[in-house]
């Protein structure tokens, strides 16, 4: 069972950048979809950006499309969100999640525990 850690949020101002890293450890992210959600206080958590297995495919959401870019390192065995030009709207903690359409996973069953991202004005 893969287990996944988030680390790289914080307070940035608008138009700064983050780096978010996903770090998996008990399977290897290569064989795993490994997506990136959000959830703003009271809000609904929304589906941002995924990276599939093997291949690495990457697909983002409009909202940030050409700020954001998901990737992955095979050798830290890590996933990342690099989040630029950043807005207060992406303010939200952020997931990480993983399934294996390799094994028949349909669902994100894997969750890390989320990395808060504050974006003032």
């Known amino acids: 069972q893969v287990q996944l850690v988030e680390s790289g949020g914080g307070l940035v101002q608008a138009g700064d950048s983050l780096r978010l890293s996903c770090a998996a450890s008990?399977?290897?992210?290569?064989?795993?979809?490994t997506a990136w959600f959000r959830q703003a206080p009271r809000n609904e958590r929304e589906f941002v950006a995924v990276?599939?297995?093997?291949?690495?495919?990457?697909y983002v959401i409009d909202s940030v499309k050409g700020r954001f870019t998901i990737s992955r390192d095979n050798a830290k065995n890590t996933v990342y969100l690099q989040m630029n030009s950043l807005k207060p709207e992406d303010t939200a903690i952020y997931y990480c999640?993983?399934?294996?359409?390799?094994?028949?996973?349909?669902?994100?069953?894997?969750w890390g525990q989320g990395t808060h991202v504050t974006v003032s004005a």
């Open positions: 008990g399977g290897s992210v290569s064989d795993y979809n």
């Open positions: 990276i599939t297995w093997g291949e690495s495919e990457t």
């Open positions: 999640a993983a399934r294996s359409p390799r094994v028949g996973d349909e669902d994100y069953a894997y």
